[in-house]
């Protein structure tokens, strides 16, 4: 953390401000510091996916991730990576995180799932006022919110703050938080589980099953003033945040983060498909025909070379993608608005890519494939539904992307969604 940005907070009057003179220094430091703990987050992952493996089972059984899976995920500094520095976080550049989901996917696309979400939440809160933040990290790192984007509940100005009623639905992994984001249009409410009633049995889904997404009901919840994060901050560039955590990660972003934060599990769940595809293909024989290994098949191998080409193509892409977005943040420059909507475009197309990839080989995956003790199935349903997440649209992400090429008006800000766009 720079002992000169400290200094210049002070003399500042707004983050903007402040953000505009930081982003003159050299990050070079910070950059390689990032860098260094990003490939060491990614080897804590890979030293517990084996046992998360073995426990992934009992996320599918009981439509959560189990508390172990959770505890081995912080254990390996998972939902750290995103908390600032001086809170005891890793702010781990995001190509890592990343690669680090992608390997907890292929162990448990659930756990994945959760750890994407719970995730860039905290890099939301990173955003917001320094008392907000004190509140969420000041007693642990490793502190976590789950989110209900959707403005789908009641909210209503009260003295100091705002007023909650109604049920937020799809809040993946709350089992595992402690507090939740609530969408309000252009307003998210950060409230603690305990003010809020979770319903158990409100996810009954065939797909991600143990993500856990599940309803949440609040009844005259006050949410005061600092816990609400105004996205018209980040639309004008005037993050409370950044008076604190004034450093490149928390230059980037936000909703790009958001929407590419999905794309990880599926990356990660479609490489592990196609592995557990390969694995079986060695031992199977036909039953048509001559018996012989289905390993044979020529149009096996066509379908084969195709979607491991294009999922590990996606794979790097993406990667590529938030290094180059990183290393920008770290010059103190930000990417246009055609390169963040072709980042967009191309995380949403990577989701919609594995789906099917997956669905191009199932016909000859065999019938053994619809067991459910064949991972392969469980695996295609889970990239079935992550296919609908609201960041996995491939047609209007592709829309944003060309119509911004071609030079046409973006839609005003108005809310969450429309900041996609500009922030």
Same mark, same amino acid.
């Given at each position: ?20 003179? %930081? ?72 190509? !890592? ?31 917001? @006022? ?9 007693? !642990? ?5 789950? *989110? *209900?984007? %959707? ?8 003295? +100091? ?17 402690? &507090?939740?984001?609530?969408? +309000? ?16 049995? *409100? &996810? $009954?889904?065939?797909? =991600? ?36 955590? $004034?450093?490149?990660?928390? &230059? ?12 990880? /599990?599926?990356?990660?769940? %479609? @490489? ?29 191998? =066509? ?8 999922? @590990? ?24 608005? =055609? ?8 995380? %949403?197309?990577? @989701? ?46 592709? !829309?944003?992307?060309?119509? /911004? ?8 800000? *108005?809310?969450?969604? /429309? =900041?996609?766009?500009?922030?």
């Amino acid at each position: 953390m720079s002992v000169t940005v400290e200094i210049e907070s002070k003399q500042c009057s707004s983050p903007a401000q402040l953000r505009a003179m %930081a982003a003159t220094q050299d990050w070079s430091d910070y950059r390689a510091r990032a860098y260094k703990v990003g490939g060491e987050f990614v080897q804590a992952v890979e030293a517990v996916t084996p046992e998360i493996k073995s426990l992934s089972h009992e996320s599918e059984r009981d439509g959560k991730v189990s508390q172990r899976t959770g505890d081995l995920m912080v254990q390996a500094g998972v939902f750290r990576t995103f908390t600032p520095l001086q809170y005891g976080g890793l702010e781990a550049d995001p190509a !890592s995180f990343f690669e680090g989901v992608m390997k907890i996917a292929e162990a448990d696309s659930a756990a994945a799932w959760i750890a994407g979400q719970l995730n860039c939440h905290s890099f939301e809160i990173a955003l917001m @006022n320094e008392r907000m933040q004190e509140e969420f990290w000041g007693d !642990s790192p490793d502190t976590r919110a789950s *989110s *209900s984007y %959707a403005p789908i509940g009641k909210v209503r100005a009260v003295d +100091g703050g705002y007023e909650l009623n109604g049920t937020w639905t799809f809040s993946s992994g709350v089992d595992h938080a402690q &507090w939740v984001i609530l969408g +309000g249009g252009d307003k998210n409410f950060v409230v603690p589980v305990t003010d809020l009633e979770v319903d158990h049995k *409100s &996810w $009954n889904v065939e797909g =991600l099953k143990g993500t856990g997404s599940k309803s949440l009901t609040l009844r005259d919840v006050f949410v005061p003033e600092y816990r609400v994060h105004h996205l018209r901050d980040t639309y004008e560039d005037n993050n409370a945040g950044w008076l604190l955590n $004034n450093r490149p990660l928390y &230059w980037l972003s936000f909703m790009g983060i958001f929407n590419s934060t999905a794309t990880n /599990t599926v990356i990660g769940t %479609a @490489n592990y498909g196609l592995q557990y595809f390969m694995e079986q293909a060695k031992v199977r024989l036909t039953r048509q025909g001559t018996g012989a290994p289905i390993a044979n098949n020529p149009f096996l191998h =066509l379908k084969l070379a195709d979607t491991l080409t294009k999922v @590990n193509g996606v794979r790097n892409r993406h990667l590529n993608n938030w290094r180059a977005l990183f290393d920008l943040a770290c010059k103190g420059q930000e990417g246009t608005p =055609l390169e963040r909507m072709r980042v967009r475009f191309e995380s %949403a197309d990577a @989701n919609a890519t594995c789906f099917d990839s997956i669905h191009e080989i199932w016909p000859i995956a065999g019938a053994a494939a619809s067991a459910q003790n064949n991972d392969l199935q469980q695996v295609y349903r889970d990239l079935m539904a992550a296919r609908n997440h609201g960041s996995a649209g491939r047609e209007m992400a592709a !829309s944003l992307y060309i119509k /911004t090429m071609f030079g046409m008006e973006p839609a005003p800000f *108005s809310d969450m969604g /429309t =900041l996609a766009y500009y922030k």
